[in-house]
């Protein structure tokens, strides 16, 4: 009977360590191969590098993200054989050789192509071209560049609506592609997605999202941008190195250049934008941090000629105030804001999609809806 007992109890012991070695396996593979994505999600939650100093530079650990790649890789090929029955159209690009450097002085000015669209053109300021020209006389003061004024946003049948951005754009978005669907026959494209923005494009990227977008939907015609919230923060730009601190120089360039993306997609598409700006938060830190996104997000939208607005206006906040209502035309306090001092009630997203639908002309379309 002792025997029997032990006996038992042995194989239930090795038993047991046969089922938690094949755990600690199973762990440590699972994680051989998703270290990217684990990485990404730790930068993006805890906003500091995540990579193991150890592991991270062993080429056999690596190896775990390699395969991954190589079978998404893979993955991607044969959906994409099994999909297109067409090859790719091919897209000419200009040769390195091509490519003129205008100066960063140059004003920008609108030449219309069509009657409807404008393009804009670098023109070289009077002192340069006295220079190249080797006038010796003295050069005449360079002309006031007045205010380029962005085109006005027009829609007509078959145009479609690009919505981007992250939980704030998820909340107005519906409200803007109801409105959209119901009274002109308008279909949007809706890709807001939360937690998203520009700052960690390992986590989701938008300027490619937007590029791929607009190569696959020739129809959209206006693109909609909002977001803000998940980008104050310190900002990776590659792997092993460190973090660029928020607001300093090098992460303004970068943040602008992710910008810059966007709205170059936009113009090599024909695809006007409406950028809204996000509104006061209510932690100041937050606040004082969508407040300076904000100034870079409408000096380079106005740069690309392409339309701005912010949600302070649209909630009636004024400076650096904030408040969760807002009184309406009856004199009447409704909530516009949730708990959270970030996002909107449903007032409040009506309030951001109306502001937005009122910068949009539909001629020759008939309202078929309220």
């Known amino acids: 009977m002792q025997v029997s007992s032990a006996s038992k109890l042995f194989e239930t012991q090795v038993g047991a360590a046969r089922?938690?070695?094949?755990?600690?396996?199973?762990?440590?593979?699972?994680?051989?191969?998703?270290?990217?994505?684990?990485?990404?999600?730790?930068?993006?939650?805890?906003?500091?590098?995540?990579?193991?100093?150890?592991?991270?530079?062993?080429?056999?650990?690596?190896?775990?993200?390699?395969?991954?790649?190589?079978?998404?890789?893979?993955?991607d090929s044969v959906i994409e054989s099994l999909t297109q029955s067409d090859p790719p159209a091919m897209v000419a690009q200009a040769?390195?050789?091509?490519?003129?450097?205008?100066?960063?002085?140059a004003p920008v000015v609108p030449v219309k192509l069509d009657g409807k669209h404008a393009a804009p053109v670098h023109v070289a300021p009077v002192h340069e071209v006295a220079k190249s020209a080797k006038v010796a006389a003295t050069p005449l003061p360079a002309p006031i560049p007045q205010p380029i004024q962005p085109m006005p946003v027009t829609l007509s049948a078959g145009d479609e609506?690009?919505?981007?951005?992250?939980?704030?754009?998820?909340?107005?978005?519906?409200?803007?592609?109801?409105?959209?669907?119901?009274?002109?026959?308008?279909?949007s494209v809706n890709l807001s997605k939360q937690s998203t923005g520009l700052a960690y494009p390992g986590f989701f990227n938008w300027?490619?999202?937007?590029?791929?977008?607009?190569?696959?939907?020739?129809?959209?015609?206006?693109?909609?941008?909002?977001?803000?919230?998940?980008?104050?923060?310190?900002?990776?730009?590659a792997k092993g190195k460190p973090f660029l601190r928020f607001k300093t120089a090098e992460w303004e360039e970068q943040y602008r250049q992710r910008?810059?993306?966007?709205?170059?997609?936009?113009?090599?598409?024909?695809?006007?934008?409406?950028?809204?700006?996000?509104?006061?938060?209510?932690?100041?830190?937050?606040?004082?941090?969508?407040?300076?996104?904000s100034t870079l997000y409408e000096t380079q939208t106005k740069r690309y000629?392409?339309?701005?607005?912010?949600?302070?206006?649209?909630?009636?906040?004024?400076?650096?105030?904030?408040?969760?209502?807002?009184?309406?035309?009856?004199?009447?306090?409704?909530?516009?804001?949730?708990?959270?001092?970030?996002?909107?009630?449903?007032?409040?997203?009506?309030?951001?999609?109306?502001q937005v639908l009122s910068m949009i002309t539909f001629p020759g379309l008939t309202v078929t809806g309220h």
């Open 19 to 75: 089922v938690l070695y094949a755990i600690v396996v199973t762990t440590l593979l699972l994680f051989w191969f998703n270290q990217d994505s684990i990485r990404l999600y730790c930068e993006q939650k805890y906003h500091q590098g995540c990579e193991l100093p150890l592991l991270g530079q062993s080429s056999a650990w690596r190896m775990g993200s390699n395969l991954t790649q190589a079978m998404g890789n893979a993955r």
């Open 95 to 105: 040769p390195a050789s091509e490519t003129m450097t205008m100066p960063a002085s």
């Open 161 to 187: 609506v690009f919505l981007v951005g992250d939980s704030l754009m998820q909340g107005v978005a519906p409200h803007l592609a109801n409105t959209l669907h119901k009274r002109y026959q308008i279909k």
């Open 207 to 237: 300027p490619q999202t937007v590029a791929n977008t607009l190569q696959s939907q020739p129809n959209i015609r206006l693109m909609v941008v909002f977001l803000g919230p998940n980008d104050p923060w310190d900002m990776p730009v």
């Open 259 to 293: 910008i810059d993306s966007i709205l170059e997609q936009a113009r090599a598409h024909d695809v006007q934008v409406i950028w809204v700006g996000p509104p006061n938060m209510q932690k100041t830190k937050l606040s004082s941090a969508m407040a300076y996104l």
């Open 305 to 354: 000629q392409q339309h701005y607005v912010s949600a302070n206006g649209v909630l009636g906040y004024k400076a650096d105030e904030f408040s969760y209502t807002l009184q309406d035309d009856q004199g009447k306090r409704v909530k516009t804001r949730v708990d959270d001092g970030i996002h909107f009630t449903p007032t409040g997203q009506k309030l951001i999609a109306q």
